[in-house]
């Protein structure tokens, strides 16, 4: 039971640069989201989908972009790359019920030089 | 607007209860989870509160009140794998979680 998963776990990018990180989650949720965790700050919602084709931004939606185009996978892409993207992602995913968790990846630690 | 405040920091011997709070500040609530988060790992889902009360699942149980926008989470016979951040997070409606910024647990021997 694999559960959600990201793609890639690390990654150095330099300034300008673009990339796409993947999320996908075999539990057949609705619900997908895209965070950042930065140190003292928490977790901060980037975007998320509330199904598949559907897309919505968060709390610090500028520099990224996301497209749901199948039900499983959340893709999460940075056009130009800037310093202050560096951050710990993690995608999540959830049924969408009020009392219902959502259940995390284990992240992708990207470094902008 | 939106506010949830945690403690920073805390730290307990092993065996010993803990106590970590969370009080809020939001427009809109429908229930508030808390998560655990070891050091360059995901958060898991601890527990959900939505009416008043406590919530006990074996060591963890939560409380809410939801007139004082106050929870804690309780932590029981802490054993070392306990050392942890733990989150707190407001649910405002049906697609969004608000995360405070966590509480850092260190347990000693």
């Known amino acids: 039971n694999a559960g959600v998963t990201q793609t890639p776990k690390f990654r150095v990018l330099k300034t300008g640069q673009s990339m796409t990180l993947l999320c996908a989650q075999d539990?057949?949720?609705?619900?997908m989201y895209w965070y950042r965790q930065d140190p003292g700050m928490g977790l901060r919602l980037i975007h998320y989908?509330?199904?598949?084709?559907?897309?919505a931004k968060g709390e610090v939606p500028d520099g990224y972009n996301v497209s749901r185009l199948k039900k499983q996978n959340f893709l999460l892409g940075l056009e130009s790359a800037a310093p202050s993207q560096t951050s710990v992602y993690f995608c999540?995913?959830?049924?969408?019920?009020?009392?219902?968790?959502?259940?995390f990846g284990d992240g992708t630690r990207l470094s902008i030089l | 607007g939106q506010n949830i405040d945690q403690p920073t920091e805390m730290t307990a011997t092993e065996g010993a209860i803990v106590q970590i709070n969370c009080t809020y500040q939001?427009?809109?609530?429908?229930?508030l989870f808390w998560y655990q988060q070891h050091a360059g790992e995901a958060p898991t889902f601890l527990s959900y509160?939505?009416?008043?009360g406590l919530e006990e699942k074996g060591r963890f149980s939560s409380f809410l009140s939801r007139s004082k926008g106050y929870s804690y989470l309780l932590l029981k016979e802490l054993q070392m794998k306990d050392s942890a951040s733990y989150l707190c997070?407001?649910?405002?409606?049906?697609?969004?979680?608000?995360f405070g910024t966590g509480t850092r647990l260190q347990v000693f021997p």
């Open positions: 999540a995913s959830s049924t969408g019920g009020w009392d219902q968790p959502q259940h």
């Open positions: 539990m057949n949720h609705e619900y």
């Open positions: 989908s509330v199904g598949e084709g559907t897309t």
């Open positions: 939001t427009s809109g609530f429908n229930g």
């Open positions: 509160n939505v009416l008043d």
């Open positions: 997070a407001v649910k405002k409606n049906t697609d969004k979680l608000i």
